[in-house]
């Protein structure tokens, strides 16, 4: 009798987790946006390795006014193929998002942005990224400074493609490409964990102790500062690059010690 009763509780605190467990797992599984909900770094080794991903796709939303060039889309490519370890290969689609109103935007109203148009995610043997175009500016710009681009989730990325297009309108001489593919390219390296997003680089000494999450490396793609940077550096950036930085050795390794090429 006296131990009856504590039987038929552990029963029911029993039952009771199984029921919990089943509705979090059916929760998780309806969800098929979920998986590209983390946050910034934490789809690295899943975006390097060949499994349990082998495809890549990228979805590039754009207005109508902010298509990237063709150039920057196949050097997109060229970059991904070169470091990824996808067996089947990098594929890209487009989405023609219409005319969002409401720059100068804040990540959170990007987010939503994102979550109103994207149409790409991971499932199956594929991992989706997806890289918005958008026609507007950071409010986080200043006098002094501007925002290229923000990595802003695990599988995310935005271009401020209209603050590309003006710097370039008024430095007639630099190239809109180089100036995308660097951007696009650099906020890539963040997704792929560049540098030391986690804390759990192998090659951890490269990150810059002034500019934090970038590499020490001057002629690095990860050197270069797509968030926050200063318009002084970046008119010069603008007059003396005729291509795009690459990855320097330091951070090919910490992406070949997670499963890239
Ligand atoms: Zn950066
Ligand atoms: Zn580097």
């Known amino acids: 009798m006296n131990s009856f009763a504590p039987k038929i509780l552990l029963l029911f605190s029993l039952l009771f987790v199984l ?155 630099s190239s809109l490409e180089v100036l995308e593919s660097t951007t696009v390219q650099h906020e890539f390296g963040h997704l792929l964990g560049l540098v030391n997003i986690l804390e759990d680089d192998i090659h951890d000494n490269h990150e810059d102790p002034s500019n934090g999450r970038h590499c020490v490396v001057e002629n690095c793609l990860m050197y270069f500062e797509a968030n926050n940077i200063q318009r002084s550096v970046l008119q010069r950036f603008l007059q003396s690059r005729s291509n795009v930085p690459q990855l320097d050795p330091l951070c090919i390794e910490d992406l070949q010690a997670k499963g890239g090429l």
């Open 19 to 173: 029921v919990s467990c089943k509705k979090d797992d059916d929760g998780a599984s309806n969800d098929p946006t979920a998986e590209n909900k983390k946050a910034l770094g934490r789809s690295a080794e899943d975006l390097l390795n060949e499994a349990p991903y082998s495809n890549l796709i990228i979805e590039i939303a754009h207005t109508p006014a902010t298509r990237p060039t063709e150039q920057t889309l196949s050097s997109l490519e060229q970059f991904l193929e070169a470091r990824l370890n996808k067996p089947g290969g990098v594929s890209i689609v487009e989405t023609n998002i219409g005319f969002p109103t409401g720059s100068p935007y804040t990540t959170d109203e990007i987010r939503d942005i994102e979550d109103a148009n994207r149409t790409q995610f991971t499932e199956d043997g594929t991992i989706a990224v997806f890289v918005l175009f958008i026609d507007g500016q950071s409010n986080n710009d200043t006098d002094t400074s501007v925002t290229l681009g923000t990595a802003y989730r695990n599988t995310s990325i935005v271009i401020y493609q209209q603050t590309l297009q003006t710097l370039i309108a008024n430095n007639p001489a």
